[in-house]
């Protein structure tokens, strides 16, 4: 009795053979079908982008309460205050503080909202050496103040 399952080493070679040389053309056939299938992977009713809106880039920021800017900036300096008692550290005058973040004329004018004058210098340096790199390339060069002004507002949010 003979076991068709039962192969010998050189007629399983020949099955193998047989059985790739049919199934490859298959396989192939239902391949090149199915390309608009691979299309439609996460699309539908239930697909993700669909769903979502697409982000807005550019949005222009909300207008603040100054009440709750006040309210923000005295919970941070007291909670400020408080890590410096738990060390061991002289407390914060919070008033003091928040009147010095909060006071535009005490902080450097409500257009420049208290810079930093060191950020200031630091933008400026910037914005020179990016002006003889452009010289060097035979660009035309910037006008300084204005390209750090625009700088600084990009930096803290109040650019277009």
Same mark, same amino acid.
């Given at each position: 009795?003979?076991?068709?399952? #039962?192969?010998?080493? @050189? ?21 090149? &079908? ?16 669909? @769903? ?8 222009? @920021? ?9 309210? %923000? ?23 003091? %503080? ?8 005490? @902080? ?14 630091? $933008?400026? %340096?910037?914005?020179?050496? &990016?002006?003889? &790199? &452009? ?8 006008? $300084? ?7 600084? #507002? ?7």
């Amino acid at each position: 009795m003979v076991f068709p399952l #039962a192969l010998t080493y @050189s007629q399983s070679g020949y099955v193998l053979v047989a059985i790739t040389l049919l199934i490859v053309p298959i396989a192939a056939f239902s391949f090149i &079908r199915s390309g608009g299938a691979w299309r439609e992977i996460g699309k539908g009713r239930f697909g993700v982008m669909h @769903s979502m809106t697409p982000p807005r880039m550019a949005q222009p @920021s909300p207008e603040i309460d100054l009440a709750i800017q006040a309210a %923000e900036a005295r919970q941070m300096l007291e909670a400020k205050s408080y890590r410096r008692l738990r060390r061991g550290e002289a407390p914060l005058d919070v008033e003091a %503080e928040v009147a010095a973040l909060l006071d535009p004329e005490l @902080s450097g004018g409500a257009g420049k909202r208290g810079l930093d004058e060191k950020l200031r210098a630091e $933008v400026r %340096e910037l914005v020179v050496a &990016r002006n003889e &790199r &452009r010289m060097r390339h035979g660009e035309e060069p910037l006008d $300084v103040d204005a390209e750090v002004e625009r700088q600084l #507002a990009d930096l803290i949010g109040l650019g277009d």
